[in-house]
Nanobody, 117 residues
Framework: QVQLVESGGGLVQAGGSLRLSCAASGIIFSFNAKAWYRQAPGKQRELVASMSGGGTTNYSDSVKGRFTISRDNAKNTVYLQMNSLKPEDTAIYYC???????????WGQGTQVTVSS
């Protein structure tokens, strides 16, 4: 059974930083594609950052240069370092992993990030 557990969200002032973590069980992050999505109130869920199994990263234009996705294979954990946060970054952030073998997506429960102006 795949479980993803996010942590690290919270309230921060504009210009501040947060680091989100996503710990996985039942699946190995390094073998699969992983990503961070976010969903703001009244908006659709959007892709923020992704990393392929080979380590290639991609970012949405809105976070490029400010956010960094990374992984720790030994801890089977994926991170999202968020710097220079803006009020428009306020959302629930979700960890996602795509299992190549199962052709399935798995989601974490989400963690709230609130950026005050």
């Amino acid at each position: 059974q795949v479980q993803l557990v996010e942590s690290g969200g919270g309230l921060v002032q504009a210009g501040g930083s947060l680091r989100l973590s996503c710990a996985a069980s039942g699946i190995i992050f390094s073998f699969n594609a992983k990503a961070w999505y976010r969903q703001a109130p009244g908006k659709q869920r959007e892709l923020v950052a992704s990393m392929s199994g080979g380590g290639t990263t991609n970012y949405s234009d809105s976070v490029k240069g400010r956010f960094t996705i990374s992984r720790d294979n030994a801890k089977n954990t994926v991170y999202l370092q968020m710097n220079s946060l803006k009020p428009e970054d306020t959302a629930i952030y979700y960890c996602n992993v795509y299992s190549y073998r199962e052709s399935s997506h798995y989601w974490g429960q989400g963690t709230q990030v609130t950026v005050s102006s």
